[in-house]
Structures are given as structure tokens and as C-alpha cells.
């Protein structure tokens, strides 16, 4: 097994833009550091659920896969767009921000992005499962891949509070950019991209 290579492909996937890094970075911008860890937490304890379930159920899963994906792609688009609202449309009160950033809304961002069913369904069986089975080594694998998943979300929970002056000064300009990056995230998540590619 390449670790190297196993490793780079994580932080790649876990630390790149990606929906739920954007509203991480909005909320932090509007509230405090504990309330958008709240959110944190219930995204990192998806990543933990999906990897385990992806041990545990590989081949029945391997099965099911696309009729999943394919609804994940759907619930996932209209979750994004949504989240692209509350973006573009929370103000320097934070009232919105702090009703997203809960365990619960980070939970389910998470379990309706299939950009995150792919990566945790595949990422052990393609690159652990064919050179270990024991039990043990492969929770050691989980438990690596969500710690990685935890850092580049606390990343950007740091960079959103570092940056919250900025960021306040400039709010509206902000949130529409944020709002917009949800949009496109929402878009390649719908699949429509590559259905107009055909």
C-alpha cells in the first residue's frame, strides 16, 4: 500500500473547497468558535459513520451504490441550494448562522452530499482493504481518515475567524460570493454537468 499516496488523496479531498468547507467558512465569519465547532463535529461524525459502514457493508454496498448516489444527487443539490440561501441572506446579527450551526445541520450536510458517499465509500476499500483485513487495522484506517476530515474542517473554522474582520467589513460582497460558490457546488453535485456533456 502507496501511504503516501493514500494520504495525499485525503487531505486533497477533505481540505479542497467543497460545500461544506464554504458554509464552515460563512459561519465562521458570524458566530463563535464553539457554536461553528458544534457543526464540525456533526460533519466529522458522518465522515466516521460513512467510513465505518464502508468497512462493514463493502460488497452490499458496492451493489446498491448508484441507485444511492443517484438520490444523493438530487437531495444533495436541493440541500446545497438552500444552504446557498441561508449564505447569501444571513446579516451581522448572526441569527441565521447560529441556527445553522448546530451538530444536527452539520449531520445532515454531510449525509446528503454524495461527494462525501463516493470519497468514504471508496477510499478504504480501494486503498486498504486490499492489503489488510484485520478489524483492528482497519478502524485505525477510519480513525486516521476522520481525524484528517476533523483538521481541514477546524482549517476552515480558524481561517473563517481569523479572517471575521474582513470578512464583516465586506459582508454582503462575501456572502453572495459564498452563496455562489454553493450554487456551483450544488450544480456539480446535481450531475446535470455531466448529463449535458452526453
Sequence with gaps: MNITSFLIYCVIVTFTPGPTNIAILSMAHH?????????VW???AVFG????????????????????????????????????????????????????ATFLNGFLMQFVNPKVWLFTMTV??????????????????????TIVAFLALATWAIFGMVFKSFLQK??????????????YSAIEVSGIVEFVKR
Design 124 to 145: 478504504i476499500p480501494s486503498y486498504v482493504m486490499p492489503y489488510y483485513k484485520s478489524s483492528f487495522v482497519l478502524s485505525i484506517f477510519v480513525l486516521v481518515i
Design 170 to 183: 465586506h459582508l454582503k460582497v462575501t456572502n453572495i460570493v459564498l452563496a455562489l460558490l454553493l450554487v
Design 31 to 39: 458566530v463563535k468558535m464553539k457554536e461553528v465547532f458544534r457543526y
Design 49 to 100: 459513520v460513512l467510513l465505518s459502514a464502508s468497512v462493514l457493508l463493502n460488497s452490499a454496498l458496492a451493489a446498491v451504490m448508484p441507485q444511492i448516489l443517484a438520490f444523493m444527487q438530487i437531495v444533495g443539490c436541493i440541500y446545497m441550494l438552500y444552504l446557498a440561501y441561508q449564505v447569501y441572506k444571513m446579516d451581522i446579527s448572526g441569527d441565521s448562522a447560529q441556527q445553522a
Design 42 to 44: 456533526g460533519v466529522t
